[in-house]
Structures are given as C-alpha cells and as structure tokens.
C-alpha cells in the first residue's frame, strides 16, 4: 500500500494550485492552460485536458458545461481535497525557502515563538515575491474564535516587532478570528482579505487553513479578486459612492454606481490625499459606521498612513469614544507610530455637521 504513494506530479499541481488561487472564478480549459502559463511559464491545453479528466475520475474536480466550454471547479465535498491543498501550500513553501534560505531563521524563530498560542489556527504569507523585493513581509493571522482578539493581537503584533527588529525586515501583519475572516470572505466589498488570497502561501497548518475555507463555501459562494487594490488611485466615482454609502456625501457632488468598496480602503484612500476636507472626512466614516480594527491598523501601516490616522482617531476617541477606535489606537502606538496633529475644533465641526457626535 505505501509504495504506491507518490508525490503529486507537477501538473496536477499546477492546475489545483491555479483553481484554488482562483475561487469564483469560472475558468474554461484555455482560460486554465492560460493561466498556468503565466505563472508557471508552460503549459499545453491537451495536457491539461487530459490532467483535468483524470482530476475530475477521481472526485477532486468537477467540470460543467458553460455554453461551448467546459469550465473547471474544485469539489471541496471530496474529502481528500483539504488534504492535496496543504501539500500544495507545504510545496510553495518548500520551494520558496530554497530560493530564499534566509528566510529560515526568520520563519524558525515566528513558529517558535508562535507554538504556544493555541489560539492561531494558521498563519500565511501575501504576496511574498512582490514584498521581498521591498524588503518586507505581511503575515495572515487566523486565529480561532475568541472573546478577547484585541488582546491576542497585541500580542502577536508585539512579537512580530520584535523579529522585524531583529531581522531587520519589515513585517505588516493582519490578524482576524474565524468570524472577521468569514465575513470579510463573503463580503461584496472589495477588501484586502479577498485579494490576498489569490497570493497567499499558507507557511503554518494549511489544512486548518483549507477546513475553515471549506466550512464557509459549504454555506455560501465566495471570489477571490486578483487584482490589489492601489488606494492612492481610487476612481473619484468610487471614492464619492462609498462616502456616500457610509454617511458622507460632500456638497454638491454627483452619486453614481460605483464599485463597493471597504470602509477600511476607503479611509486609507482619504488619508492618502492632501486635501484636508478628505482627511477631515475620517473620524466622521468612522464614528458612523463599524469597522475592522486590526484591518484598519494593518492598512495604515502597508500604506504609510498610520501617522495620520492615530492622529485623527485620538481626537475621535475624545469626541465621541468607540471600542473599535481604542482598539485601533492601542495596536498603533504597539507599532511605535508617531501621531500627527490634527486641529480637533475643526473636527468636531465637521462631526456635527454630518451628525456624526
């Protein structure tokens, strides 16, 4: 019996990997061998034919007819799927450490330090190779269901500062429990979560990491987005449809249909202009409507405008006090982030205006 167990050949893991970093997507057969091409840089749509036959005889794909196509989907009721996709992740990994043997003291030390935290269910990368490059990484944190995340947060903020320290890299992480994780996962709001996971390499517990997606697609249909939202560039039309969304819609601006988008990317994008009117228009998105405050931090951070943003949430603590913004407040200054001043008299115009004390 265990001489027949092989490793998974490289097209089967190529294909499985392209569909799971592809979730909601319907991918013909070309549209598949397309994709593989890209990011492997060969592939031959009758080689993936007949891979995807052979897949799909043992229970781990299915293929529908979708018009002339056949269009390719994971079957996340076979119950060896959860399985090949940890050795999936376990590949990536192993793959991206002979390349970069550096980083194994990094990641030796995290899972070290990390190994008595039961509550992390699985801890994955984003994006690795376009962070490397700017000498950085960010870290998924999932963590099991718990009543105190603030403080599991603060926790694993403070020993991932301690290893950006050491290993002089830097290190963003975004730290949700299984409910934020669901949720922002069966958002129709673009948000960064949805986006990571087309570029994530899960480096601890993958199969955690794949029950907890299953658990959610059992119940509901979810899409990753393979695009990265830039904030500095939202369309204008966006940006005025979610102010509006949320609460705030400026004098004499025209609404329109347009993307929706987290209320988290929005603040970063206004943080990011130099009109103080935008900016002004923060604590009064944030005091109307709830938000993610690791999410929030983590983007501040990524982005650059953490220094902005503690500065506006103190004031809002002052003016109207909300635990998602103490929340915020204390992961910030864990970071080290040096406030900047903000003239709270005209922000606190700007919140009654918008009935937002």
């Known amino acids: 019996m265990f ?8 097209l089967t893991l190529q294909i ?8 909601g997507d319907s991918l013909s057969i070309n549209q598949l061998t397309e994709r593989i091409k890209s990011k492997y840089g060969t592939a031959f749509y009758a080689n993936t ?13 299915n293929l529908s007819t979708v018009g002339k196509s056949a269009v390719a989907r994971l079957n996340f009721q076979n119950y060896l799927l959860i399985d090949l996709l940890a050795e999936i992740e376990i590949a990536k990994k192993v793959q991206v450490l002979r390349e970069r043997t550096d980083l194994i003291t990094l990641l030796a030390e995290l899972d070290k330090s990390l190994s008595e935290k039961c509550s992390i269910k699985s801890v994955s990368t984003i994006d690795l190779d376009t962070n490397l490059k700017l000498n950085r990484i960010e870290l998924l944190f999932l963590l099991r269901k718990a009543s105190s995340l603030h403080n599991e947060a603060i ?3 403070s020993e991932t500062q301690k290893l950006q320290n050491k290993h002089n890299l830097r290190i963003d992480s975004l730290i949700l429990d299984e409910n934020s994780f669901s949720s922002l996962l069966r958002s129709n709001e673009i948000n960064p979560l949805r986006e990571a996971l087309a570029k994530e390499i899960t480096l601890f517990c993958p199969q955690a990491f794949w029950s ?29 449809y979610n102010l509006s969304r ?22 970063t994008a206004l943080l990011l202009q130099t009109d103080a009117r935008r900016i002004e228009a923060v604590p009064v998105l944030l005091a109307k409507n709830d938000f993610n405050s690791n999410l929030l931090a983590f983007l501040g951070q990524k982005f650059g405008t953490s220094g902005k943003l503690l500065g506006l949430l103190k004031v809002l603590q002052n003016i109207k006090p909300k635990r998602e913004v103490e929340e915020t407040i ?11 001043q903000v003239d709270e008299r005209s922000i606190l115009e700007k919140m009654r205006l918008y009935n937002a004390t």
């Open 3 to 10: 001489a027949e167990i092989t490793t998974m050949n490289t």
């Open 16 to 23: 499985l990997d392209t569909l799971s970093s592809s979730l």
């Open 49 to 61: 034919y007949k891979k995807l036959q052979d897949l799909k005889r043992e229970g781990v794909l």
């Open 155 to 157: 926790e694993l903020c």
């Open 212 to 240: 907890e997606i299953k658990r959610i697609i059992d119940e509901t249909e979810i899409a990753f987005i393979r695009t990265e939202t830039k904030p500095a560039k939202t369309p204008e039309l966006d940006t005025l």
């Open 246 to 267: 949320f609460g705030y819609k400026e004098l004499g601006s025209v609404i329109e249909q347009g993307k929706k988008i987290c209320i988290e990317y929005i603040t």
């Open 330 to 340: 204390k992961l910030l200054e864990i970071y080290g982030v040096k406030e900047m």
